[in-house]
Structures are given as C-alpha cells and as structure tokens.
C-alpha cells in the first residue's frame, strides 16, 4: 500500500538547522510532484515547499524561502527538506505529500504521510 513516512524533526535553537526525509513506496514515486506541510497548534495547515517530479522546479512559501531547500533522489524515492536558520514561528508538525500536479493546493495532493515534530526553542 502507499506510504509516506517521515523523518528528521526535533528540537532544535533558534538559527539552528533540521534536515527531514519522506520515503515513499507503494506508488511511481517520480510520477509525483512532492510537497511538504506544516502544521502549527491552533492553526490551519499551511503549504511549505514543493518540488516537481524531476526536480528541476520548485516552489516555496514567503515564509520559507531563502532558508528551506526541498530535493528529492528518485532512485531512493525520498524527497527532503532542508530547514536552516530556524525560527520559533517555525515550529509545528511538519508533512510530506505527493501530488500529480505541480501544484500548492493541499486539496489537489493524493497521499499524505503522517507527520514529524519539529520544535525550534527561542
């Protein structure tokens, strides 16, 4: 069956850096464009960061850019997002998704993993 599991959150100081993983099996992983979700207490999801199925396009979030970097490795079926310089407002639970599209709508995304803490302490 189709599975998304990731990996990588934590805790970690304000400045600091995360790296988490999404390996994915049970579907054509580089058919899928890959996104990553966040999630914070109280608040809605938001979109993160997506990255095309061959990985030559990406996009991110006003809030993110410049300090998150997404990749993937098709032959390991795993998509990763790099988290540098880390802010409190960053904390949240962090999910990785995979859509045919090319697209930030989380509506438009098939498979959804199940999510990985990420706590940055000020």
């Not at 899928?32 to 061959?54: H, N």
């Not at 407002?89 to 599209?101: I, L, P």
């Amino acid at each position: 069956q189709v599975q998304l599991v990731e990996s990588g959150g934590g805790l970690v100081q304000a400045g600091g850096s995360l790296r988490l993983s999404c390996a994915a099996s049970g579907f054509t992983f580089s058919n899928y464009a890959m996104g990553w979700f966040r999630q914070a207490p109280g608040k809605d999801r938001e979109f993160v960061a997506t990255i095309r199925w061959s990985g030559d396009n990406t996009y991110y979030a006003d809030s993110v850019r410049d300090r998150f970097t997404v990749s993937r490795d098709n032959a390991e079926r795993t998509a990763y997002l790099q988290m540098d310089n880390l802010k409190p407002e960053d904390t949240a639970v962090y999910y990785c998704a995979a859509s045919f599209r090319f697209t930030i709508d989380a509506k438009q995304f098939d498979y959804w993993g199940q999510g990985t803490q990420v706590t940055v302490s000020s």
